[in-house]
């Protein structure tokens, strides 16, 4: 790279001094070069005509900002980007076939499109992600191309300025690591013979153990040893393996151990590849304190100043088309407490109201109202009269002990009728895979999460919820601050620890987003070093 560097500021030197072209001819050749690739209303060209088509790369004295181009460029695979939309070799045999100022103006204006293109897809995504996956409902800010280049050309230190583009949080740069080390986990042959069968355990020993054991050692689970025997350290590093894979810590290789051990490193890789993409959607301000749902490992958490002050298990949507939880961020502003539910037309009309048609008095804890909010008694109406879509009523449940939302809601206003909320249904957090409501977000602990959320307006939090509480009335408490919530869908998320955790594809939006990526053009290993 510094010889094509050489090469080519030599190259473009040349250009800039043509012949003996008087030096206005070549002005005006090379302004109209680049005003002729620059018609309409795209950005890149609208910046040329702010800067009265003053060249940013071809210049004599534009060398930093080429060499830092191509330098950002090159490395663009480590980020897991399509190098080939900005591919570094095109541009400099574009830049040495310059014969003519026409052709300075043509290079010009392919690396400013070069730039936007990289800084679009190094800071904000090279997907449109709901384009790929609609339940990925984020809204993406993508920055301004004439502003990118005319902050690129004011900037005194271009490097900086390039490297800036990228998301600048601690996850990014641990995702970006672990990149590289699978990259060379790979190029030296991968952690070795997949284990075969379907179950191992303590006090068994043989071939499989030995490979189970081998695969462990070149994971960095386990010091390297020669024992065949499934003895106490290989326990304890099948316990390690699981909680960094969502997976029940007994220390047995079950199925499903077994099937998250088996995953390469390519594997890995992609899912890792994927999760620096989505944190490019990511705002970058997150807010100080934010709520965390990530959608895989089925937990809700609180962040202060970057640091979990709180964690609760979560049950999703089912992975069915209409009940998967959307991902998107919107802010927390209220709770309620002893919350009515109101229940979605969807579920009123394709689940309740064929019950109803059958028996009128099914499902006799909600009520049945009308337009006007009245409560309407089954007897009056009649339920085989009416359609899914002419069905003309509402139900609800009121506040009770049983009601589906629990005792409190917590509402971060959407227009997807999504938010987290407490559940009589219990039992469903003992499960290791908690795929199974309509789309909202049921917490395991919706006291205790209430309890920290209220601890930044009240000297007693508790108190101040119980009390509300008791009353068995609906009640709405504000929150003085409210508080960001991003529901995010990581498979492939860092810990601080500097371990990578692991989970699966619940709803198989990675794999799509993969197949996308692939198919702009990203690649497994090649230029990821």
């Known amino acids: 790279m510094n010889a094509a560097r050489r090469t080519l500021s030599a190259i473009c030197l040349a250009a800039a001094a043509v012949g003996a072209i008087p030096a206005q001819a070549q002005i005006s050749a090379f302004r109209q070069s680049v005003a002729e690739r620059a018609l309409g209303a795209d950005a890149v060209g609208e910046a040329y005509r702010n800067r009265d088509y003053a060249p940013i790369f071809t210049g004599r004295e534009d060398e930093a900002r080429r060499q830092a181009l191509l330098s950002a460029l090159s490395k663009a695979g480590a980020h897991g980007l399509p190098t080939s939309r900005y591919d570094p070799d095109e541009l400099i045999a574009a830049f040495r076939s310059v014969k003519s100022d026409r052709d300075r103006g043509r290079v010009e204006m392919m690396a400013a499109r070069m730039l936007v293109d990289f800084g679009r897809d190094i800071s904000s995504g090279a997907l449109e992600p709901g384009k790929v996956v609609p339940g990925i409902k984020r809204e993406i800010a993508r920055p301004d191309a004439a502003e990118m280049l005319e902050a690129f050309a004011a900037t005194g230190d271009p490097d900086a300025f390039l490297a800036g583009l990228a998301p600048r949080t601690p996850e990014y740069t641990r995702l970006m690591a672990e990149a590289q080390r699978l990259v060379r986990v790979t190029a030296a042959g991968g952690w070795g013979p997949a284990v075969e069968g379907e179950k191992l355990e303590a006090g068994q020993s043989g071939g499989r153990v030995v490979a189970l054991r081998n695969r462990l050692i070149r994971m960095g689970y386990l010091e390297r040893t020669a024992s065949p025997d499934y003895d106490a350290a290989l326990v304890s590093a099948v316990q390690q393996f699981q909680r960094d894979h969502g997976i029940a810590t007994d220390g047995v290789a079950g199925p499903s151990?077994?099937?998250?051990?088996?995953?390469?490193?390519?594997?890995?890789?992609?899912q890792v590849t994927v999760a620096m993409e989505r944190e490019r959607w990511l705002p970058r301000d997150r807010g100080e304190r934010h709520i965390l749902v990530?959608?895989?490992?089925?937990?809700?958490?609180?962040?202060?100043?970057?640091?979990?002050?709180?964690?609760?298990?979560?049950?999703v949507g089912a992975n069915n088309s209409d009940r998967q939880t959307p991902e998107f961020s919107d802010v927390m502003d209220h709770m309620v407490i002893n919350p009515t539910w109101?229940?979605?037309?969807?579920?009123?009309?394709?689940?309740?109201?064929?019950?109803?048609?059958?028996?009128?008095?099914?499902?006799?804890?909600?009520?049945?109202?009308?337009?006007?909010?009245?409560?309407?008694?089954?007897?009056?109406?009649?339920?085989?009269?009416?359609?899914?879509?002419?069905?003309?009523?509402?139900?609800?449940?009121?506040?009770?002990?049983?009601?589906?939302?629990?005792?409190?809601?917590?509402?971060?206003?959407?227009?997807?009728?999504?938010?987290?909320?407490?559940?009589?249904?219990?039992?469903l957090f003992s499960r290791e895979k908690r795929a199974f409501s309509h789309g909202c977000v049921r917490l395991s602990d919706p006291f205790d999460f209430a309890y920290a959320l209220l601890a930044k307006q009240s000297g007693d939090p508790r108190g101040l919820f119980q009390s509300h509480l008791r009353t068995g009335s609906e009640t709405r408490v504000n929150l003085d601050a409210p508080v960001p919530v991003h529901l995010i869908y990581r498979t492939a998320v860092s810990q601080p620890k500097g371990r990578m955790a692991y989970r699966g594809d619940v709803y198989g939006r990675d794999a799509e987003l993969w197949e996308a990526l692939r198919a702009a053009g990203v690649e497994v290993t090649a230029g990821r070093g």
């Open 294 to 315: 990530n959608i895989t490992d089925f937990t809700a958490r609180i962040l202060d100043d970057g640091k979990v002050t709180f964690e609760t298990r979560s049950v």
């Open 257 to 270: 151990t077994l099937a998250a051990l088996n995953v390469s490193p390519e594997q890995r890789l992609a």
């Open 342 to 427: 109101y229940i979605p037309r969807s579920i009123t009309t394709k689940e309740y109201l064929p019950m109803m048609q059958r028996n009128p008095n099914a499902v006799s804890h909600l009520e049945v109202v009308d337009s006007r909010g009245r409560t309407v008694p089954r007897s009056a109406i009649n339920f085989a009269a009416y359609s899914q879509s002419s069905f003309p009523f509402s139900m609800r449940q009121p506040p009770s002990q049983n009601n589906a939302l629990g005792l409190v809601k917590f509402m971060f206003p959407n227009r997807y009728n999504i938010y987290l909320h407490d559940t009589p249904s219990k039992s």
